[in-house]
């Protein structure tokens, strides 16, 4: 499964020309918005971002700002900082970006940071069935229909064909006799509980 | 997108794509044809060039889909070519399936109760798929031929006998069921979650004919949805234009 949903970025700088050419950059960037900001309690006027967030900001500037940011964003999926530094001397020392650095190095380490959000979403997502997913799971390893399992954990239709198309998206198996199988190998269900009749 | 003509070698087009083998040959060509271009080659084995380049395109290319050009075909051509596909499967492919799962199941080393669900999976998904192809064999196909026949000969519907009576093509397209995303659970269940209790290699032969098969099924389904489908309900409605 492809996950396209990438993070915002808000770059945090009382410079002009440095926020408006780090713009003018990071329209390459695999971002869907970018927000310039001159000081961190503009902040406030965008307080229901949600997703990922890369701040791009001087160190101390975020240190300073961490427990504001954490606050205003608690319920973002991850908050990530990629140091902005006025000094040449970053671009060795490998952390962060500084105003000496070339275009190309500045998407590079954005993208870095950027795709990391992505990775870390699509390990989860992969991986981990819900609790309610793990339930329609088990029912319908075990050959039930839809509507079976809509009444069984007392849930609309609707809602166990939505949880079917994730649990298909995130393990990769389509049918239901695929998901039998792959309940069994995960241990959802005991292979005891099913028949061969099932496997259909 | 890559393209082939009339014009290409056949050996460079198998170079490139060597999944067309069995696709050539169901289309009536061998090997052993030197430095011949599709056009000499069909012109030799009298075979329709046109569909030879069509299906090699379609198959070679998955968003490729010449609708208005293959509609033009007769379906008699089309109905032997899904004919000689049927038979590829039952006849290599799947025993050769079944002879690798046999493998891959002896190879087992502690408990093979795990391994035990793969073949079961494919027992039930061969099952399915023979169901499936007879259907198509035994009413599907002689429905087509049928109209076809009244067709030509233009005669009237009361021809088309009882038997055919309420049977539209409509209804086989539900029936269709979607066989490759089967294969396609099988593969992602050995690649992702079966514990590697086997032979690789045997595992890997097996894994690299269930992506031929899958990939050939799926072009088998594209060519009977988007090629004959279509057809049979011009024929439908041809017939019913002339009550």
Redesign the interface.
Known sequence: MMNNHSGKIIVICDSDIILKGLAEILTACNTDEVILLHQARELFDYPHLSGYILFIMPEDLFEENQQLINRIYASSLAISHLNLNYDGLSASRNTGICINDSQKQIIGKVNEYLNAFTAKNEHRTLNELTRRETDVLQLVAKGLANKEVADKLNISIHTVISHRKNISEKTGIKSASGLTMYAVLKKIIDIDEITPSDLI | MELFNETNKLAAVIHKDHTLLPVINRLGAKLGFGDLTIGELCAKEGLDMTFFVEILNVFHNENYFPRRKLLDFSVTIVIDYLLKTHRYYLEYVMPEQERLIDLFLTDCVNGC??NE??R??YN??RE?FISHVSFEEEKVFPYIITLNGIILNSRRKDTLSDQWLGFTIKGFEKEHGNMD??M???K??II????PNYDLNVGNSLLSNLFMFEKDLKNHARIEDKILVPKVKQLEKFIKNDE
Request: charged share 40%; aromatic share 20%.
């Open positions: 109760k795990e669900l793969i079961k999976f039930t998904f399915e995303e089967k396609f659970d099988l992602n269940i992702k979650y079966l514990p």
